[in-house]
C-alpha cells in the first residue's frame, strides 16, 4: 500500500456508472465492539464490481431531531418525513454505514462510524467478524471527513482500534480539525470533532493527509466532494466498466435529493455543501450512477433518478444480481 499512485482523477459522472447539542449520544458509551444496540448480528450487504467485492457494513444509527436541517423548518421537515413513512417521535433515523473494499490483495474500509460514541452504535467490529476479519486485518482506512460519526471508532476507548491500517484523509479537513483557533471559536455541538481528531492524530502518527484526487490502489479513487467539511471526499470504486461513488454525507435521508438547497446543522460551508449537491444531484439522475452512502436506510445503496421532473432516492437492488 506504500507505492501510491498519485494519478489525478477527473471530477465528472461521465466516469461513474455512480443554545444547541450535540449529536444525541447515549448515557454510556460502550467498550469498542461492544455495541449499545440490541442487535445481535448486525447487518451485511455484498455486491461485485469487476475485481472488487464491496460489503456495506453498518455501526448502528441515531435519530436526528427535525430542527436539525436548515433551510427548512421543523415542521416542514417533520410533515416531508411522515410523507416517506420515516418520521419517528426522535427525528429522522441516520444509519452510520462503512463501506470494506476487497481485491484479493487488499482490504480497504471507508470510514470507522461513531464507534460507540453516539447514539446506538459500535456494531462495526461485530460486522467484520461476521466476514471472518478483525480490526487488525484492515490495510486502509479512508476517512471521508472527520466529524465524529466518521472517526470515532478510529479511537475508541483511546487506542488504535485499526494498528495495521494507513489511514487516509484530505490534508484540508486535517488542518480544520486540528487548529486550535477554529476549535476555540466553534461551537459547542463540533468539540466532539475537534477532541477527537486531536486523539486520531495522536494514534495514528503515520496518517497521510492527502491532497486533491487521487487514487489509493487502482481502481479506489478519491473524489472532491468539499461543502459539509472543508476537506469532505467521496470514494469511486471502479473495475471492469463497473463502479460506485461512495458520496459520504451529500445524501441525507428525507429531505435529499429533492431538496437540494436543505443542509444539515454540522456542515462548517452551508452554501458550498448546497452548490456541491445542485451540481452533483441532477448529473448523478442524467447519468444513473450507484451511490452509497453513509447515512441513507441501511446499505444506503442507490441511485437518484429524475420522477416528472423532481429527483428522487431509488434503492438499488445488491442481492442475487448477476
Known amino acids: 500500500m506504500t507505492n501510491l499512485s498519485r494519478r489525478t482523477v477527473a471530477f465528472g459522472l461521465a466516469a461513474f456508472a455512480p443554545t444547541l447539542s450535540s449529536f444525541p449520544t447515549s448515557n454510556a458509551a460502550p467498550a469498542f465492539g461492544q455495541s449499545s444496540t440490541a442487535m445481535s448480528a448486525p447487518p451485511l450487504a455484498r455486491l461485485r464490481l469487476g475485481r472488487f467485492t464491496v460489503t456495506a457494513l453498518t455501526d448502528g444509527f441515531t435519530d436526528m431531531p427535525f430542527g436539525y436541517f436548515p433551510g427548512r423548518t421543523a415542521h ?13 417521535p426522535s427525528g429522522i433515523r441516520f444509519m452510520f454505514n462503512q463501506y470494506l473494499i476487497e481485491d484479493g490483495e487488499h482490504r480497504i474500509l471507508i470510514d470507522a462510524g461513531p464507534g460507540g460514541s453516539l447514539g446506538k452504535s459500535g456494531l462495526l467490529p461485530q460486522g467484520l467478524a461476521a466476514l471472518g476479519l478483525t480490526c487488525d486485518q484492515i490495510d486502509a482506512i479512508i476517512i471521508t471527513h472527520m466529524h465524529q460519526d466518521h472517526i470515532g471508532g478510529l479511537v475508541a476507548g483511546a ?6 491500517a494507513e489511514v487516509y484523509i484530505d ?33 495514528y502518527p503515520k496518517l497521510q ?9 487502482r481502481g479506489v479513487s478519491i473524489v472532491d466532494l468539499t461543502g459539509h467539511t472543508p476537506g469532505h471526499i ?8 463497473q463502479s460506485l461513488l461512495m458520496v459520504s454525507d451529500m445524501l441525507f435521508p428525507v429531505v435529499h435529493p429533492a431538496m437540494a438547497d436543505v443542509n444539515f446543522l454540522f456542515e462548517q460551508d452551508r452554501a458550498a455543501a448546497r452548490a456541491m449537491r445542485a451540481r452533483f444531484f441532477p448529473r448523478a439522475a442524467e447519468e444513473g450512477a450507484l451511490i452509497a452512502a453513509t447515512h441513507m436506510p441501511f446499505p444506503g445503496l442507490g441511485r437518484i433518478v429524475s420522477d416528472n421532473g423532481r ?4 434503492a438499488a437492488a445488491w442481492a442475487f444480481q448477476d
Do not use: C, H, M
Open 311 to 314: 429527483l428522487r432516492w431509488l
Open 171 to 203: 490534508r484540508r479537513d486535517v488542518s480544520f480539525w486540528t487548529d486550535p483557533a477554529k476549535r476555540a471559536s466553534a461551537p459547542d455541538y463540533l468539540q466532539n470533532g475537534f477532541r477527537l481528531s486531536a486523539d486520531v492524530i495522536r494514534l
Open 159 to 164: 487506542k488504535a482500534n485499526f494498528p495495521r
Open 209 to 217: 493527509a492527502i491532497d486533491g484526487e487521487r487514487e489509493i490502489v
Open 76 to 88: 416542514e421537515t417533520e410533515a416531508a418525513a411522515k410523507a416517506e413513512f420515516a418520521a419517528r
Open 234 to 241: 467521496g470514494v469511486r470504486i471502479a473495475d471492469a466498466g
